[in-house]
Structures are given as C-alpha cells and as structure tokens.
C-alpha cells in the first residue's frame, strides 16, 4: 500500500494522477481461514483491522453480502459522542471517541473527524434533573461534558430557538470534544488498512448457513462456496438475528428502520451537532451544507430499509420548531437503514452457545460512534476468546441475570 | 405507511391510529420460572426476515389489541385477527401459504 501524503499529491499531479492504486484488493476467498468476520460494515472491519494492529492476526477474511460500508455505516448521522450514564457504556463509547481523535493518522486516511461539539437540549425539568445527574455522573467516569445555560446554547448555536412556545431551552449537556466525521471514510480507511495487512475483503458474498460441529463452528456456507475457519465473529447489524437463527440461537433483539433525511446545501450556520430530545429530532450541518437530519425509530419489526412517512413529519415537526430557520428549506434526499435493538438499548460484545463463534450486534440507532471502540474491545474477545473490560459487561447472558446496562430508562437519550 | 383492519370494529386503520406490541404468541412464564424461561418470553426474539406475528393496538379507535400476521421484507400485510388465541386461525395461514408456498408454521415445533 502506497502511502497518501502531500508528497503522494505532489508526485501524482506531475503524472497525471496515474499512480494511485486500488484503496483495497477484492481477492476470491481462500478455502480456510483463522478468523472470518461476517459483516464488512464499519464495526467488521474496525474488528479486523484491531485484530491484525493489536494481536498480529492477519489470515482473516470479512465477507460482506453487499458491499463494505453499504449497510447501517453508509446510513447513519455520523454523530461521535460519549455522554452515556452508565459506567460500562461511558468507557467504551469515550474509548471509540478518543481512537477518533487519531484515526486519520493512524489509517492514513483522512476520516474527517470534527470535534465540533454536541449539545444535548434539556427542554423539561426532567430532562434538566437527567442530564445533570449524567454531567456528574460523566464527571466520575472522566467524560468531558458540562452542563450549560440557555444563554450559553444561544450563544454556541444563534439559529436555535431557545424561547418555546411549547418546550424553551433550559440548559443542555455540552461535550465539547463530541463532533461528526465522515461515514464512508471510516469504513473505507478501515477497509484499506486491513488490506494492506494481508486480510480478504470478500464483497457480494452472502452467508447462507452456519456450519458447526460439537458446538464449535467450522465454517460458513457462503454464495461463494464453502469457508472454513477457526474462528467466527458476526458483525452485522440489522441482520444479526438471520445469523444467530443460521447458528443455532436467539437473540434479544428486534430489528427496526430508522430514518434520516438531508437537505438541500445551504451557507453555514451551524458549527455544531444539536440534539432536541423531548420533541426527538437530531440536526447537524455537513462540510457540503446539507442540514443532516435524524429522528426516531418505526415501531415495528422491519426489514426494507424504508421507513414510514410520518416519522419524517414528526421529525421534522419538531425541529422546525427547535430551528425556526429552516421552516423554508427542501429536503433533498431521506433513507432508511436497519437498526438492531436490544432489550436494554445496550450492545452485546459476546461470546455465544458456539465456542468460538462471536458476536458484536444491538448498537441500535447508535452504532457509527462506536465503531473504533467497539472493533477494539471485539478484537480483544476474538483474539483472547475472553472479554477484555471495554467489553465484559455487554455479554449477551446479562439479560437472563437481570445485569442490564440500562441506557434507555436511565438516560432517555436518543442514541 | 402501514394500514391494517381492526378486526372488532372493520376499520381499516393507519399506522398513526395504532399502537405497535411487537412479537405475538409468546409463551408466557412468571413466577417460579427457571431464569431461562424468562429470558425467553422476556427478551428473545424471533425477529423474523419474511412472515411475522405482531400484537397491535388500535389505540385511536376502539382501543383494543389485535394480532396481524405481515411480512417483515415486503411490508404486506397477510390478514388481522382477534388477539384470544393462542395460534394464527387457519384462515390467516391459507392466506399467508398462497402467497409464501415454501412458508411452514414453526409453533408445532417450537412449542
């Protein structure tokens, strides 16, 4: 793999730029493997990357049934933060935050993290007392956040309303280091990394079933043949509950569509990512001026990737309450990706019933924050076949124990 | 967006006149269950990728729960049924089986 730098630039550009090579190679799979990865979405490959920079394990291969990055990573807000109440979500999620701050340099590959700060609003008095109780309990847990007066939200983002009628502003949870990067880059930076250390991207290769023997896999049966391997991590979303059926179990998730929507490019006027929890919509503004959008998630088990209508009208309902500025703007494009939810709303990072099956699924509507974080603490438990701390508590045999990680009570956070 | 007939009152009602409840027939298990049991009533899923079970309200009409069977790939919608049974009627599985031949019940065998 050739190096991108200013030199590359340079040395490009009085050749006509015929020297830049191929960011990954496709090659067809090998009949074995030490460790396959199901899932070439950001958090596979983060997995894989992590497994050949921190264990030296590069005979790999990550199959993807469509093609890498396509899924919930080409899909999402692109939203990095890490105030999270509970201790175990707080680590891993301030991990992934601060392998954020260096991963263009550490990929060679600019991502374009931007830590241009998220503001959660506080619009009842419960939401005031939440997040509070969440900048103390941040505190403890070494997260920056603080909380923040009305004045202040004015003064970081003049194009809100903080004034009502129905919900005024009265404060916000304010981290500062919290920010957005670019989605496509994460997965393609990874993606190219992970090549350049020898390992198979295998694209346009679904999984069809899950072969095991004596409760230990063997391999996948794949559009592509038969792969064996040594070792199985599934990484894939949405779809994990087709994956875990394939290999034999249940998992506590159901999968649901959660929209986003983008709008025409306008001038800046917005530098950073707000939140507006009570009337649950989401906004930031892209590098190309597009307001990026989000809301909340269908109520029902969906597969197609599309959402339902009036979700698009509640969001936007609320923001352009939130944001009076953009009552006029046209929205340009909307998708919807497939979001995997857990019980608890916590993820599971987790050995399975299969010896040395793995599996990393159930960020729900919070998962591209995650990805450095989450492939390292899964890279651990592949490579040690036992949890490390970042992922000890997200094991999937919490909820038979009653051990939650109860982000979604404790917090009322959209994730 | 979704619109399903509430099979008390006939209405054919849309997404924003109900409430979702998620998986239908779950076998359910309370005190004196072995934590296994209750896992699996309370947590897993089968989350199915084609022909599902759901419990629905229709919470701006006549406030009832319902059950629809649906496909979770396609977003049709195979038939509505009263929600005091403990399995799909036959009439909901005719429908379901002319439109998915391959498609097969597993609650004989699940349960």
Redesign the interface.
């Known amino acids: 793999m050739k190096r991108y730098s200013v030199f590359a630039i340079a040395r490009e550009a009085v050749r006509y730029h015929m020297g830049w090579e191929r960011a990954w190679a496709s090659p067809e799979p090998k009949p074995a493997y030490d460790v396959i990865i199901v899932g070439a979405g950001g958090h596979g490959l983060a997995t894989a990357y992590y497994l050949g920079k921190n264990f030296g394990i590069t005979n790999v291969a990550i199959i993807e049934k469509g093609w890498l990055g396509g899924g919930n990573t080409g899909r999402n807000t692109t939203i990095i933060r890490s105030n999270y109440l509970q201790d175990p979500s707080a680590a891993i999620y301030e991990k992934s935050r601060s392998l954020y701050e260096t991963l263009s340099q550490d990929l060679n590959y600019n991502v374009m993290f931007s830590p241009r700060g998220v503001m959660m609003l506080a619009q009842t008095h419960h939401e005031v007392r939440g997040y509070l109780r969440t900048q103390h309990a941040n505190a403890l847990q070494g997260v920056a956040t603080e909380f923040i007066t009305p004045q202040r939200v004015k003064e970081l983002c003049p194009i809100l309303n903080i004034d009502g009628p129905r919900y005024p502003v009265l404060g916000a949870l304010w981290q500062a280091r919290g920010g957005t990067g670019r989605h496509d880059a994460v997965a393609w930076g990874y993606a190219r990394a992970c090549s350049a250390m020898g390992m198979h991207i295998i694209q346009n290769c679904e999984v069809k079933g899950v072969r095991s023997e004596n409760g230990a896999v063997t391999g996948v049966d794949t559009t592509k043949g038969f792969i064996g391997t040594k070792k199985l991590g599934m990484v894939v979303a949405g779809h994990s509950g087709q994956l875990a059926e394939m290999a034999g179990f249940r998992l506590p998730i159901e999968a649901v569509a959660l929209q986003a929507l983008v709008s025409e490019p306008i001038k800046p006027c917005m530098d950073v990512v707000v939140m507006a929890n009570t009337v649950h919509g989401y906004m930031s503004q892209s590098d190309k001026g597009e307001m990026v959008i989000g809301g909340g998630t269908d109520g029902f088990n969906n597969y197609t990737q599309r959402g339902s209508f009036h979700h698009i009208e509640e969001t936007l309902r609320a923001l352009v309450e939130t944001f009076p500025i953009i009552s006029r703007l046209k929205m340009l494009r909307q998708w919807g990706g497939i979001v995997d939810m857990t019980g608890d709303r916590s993820p599971l990072i987790s050995k399975t019933p299969l010896g040395n099956c793995f599996i990393n699924c159930g960020w729900g509507t919070g998962g591209f924050k995650a990805i450095p974080g989450s492939g390292w603490a899964m890279a651990e438990l592949m490579a040690k076949g036992e949890p490390g701390p970042l992922a000890a508590e997200f094991n999937m045999w919490r909820f038979k124990e009653g051990r939650f990680i109860d982000e979604s009570v404790a917090a009322g956070v959209a994730h | 967006?979704?619109t399903l007939e509430c099979p008390y009152c006939g209405v054919m009602a849309d997404?924003?006149e109900l409430?979702?409840g998620?998986?239908a027939h779950l076998k359910r298990f309370g005190p004196g269950a072995s934590?296994?049991e209750?896992?699996?009533y309370?947590?897993?899923?089968?989350?199915?990728?084609g022909v599902?079970f759901?419990r629905w309200r229709h919470s701006y009409g006549c406030g009832k729960w319902f059950l629809a069977a649906?496909c979770?790939?396609?977003?049709e919608v195979f038939g509505t049924y009263p929600a005091q049974v403990s399995e799909p009627p036959a009439d909901i599985i005719a429908k379901i089986q002319a439109r998915r031949p391959d498609w097969q019940p597993d609650w004989k065998a699940t349960k």
């Open positions: 967006m979704l997404e924003t409430s979702p998620y998986e934590p296994e209750f896992e699996a309370m947590f897993a899923r089968k989350n199915p990728k599902h759901e649906r979770t790939a396609t977003l």
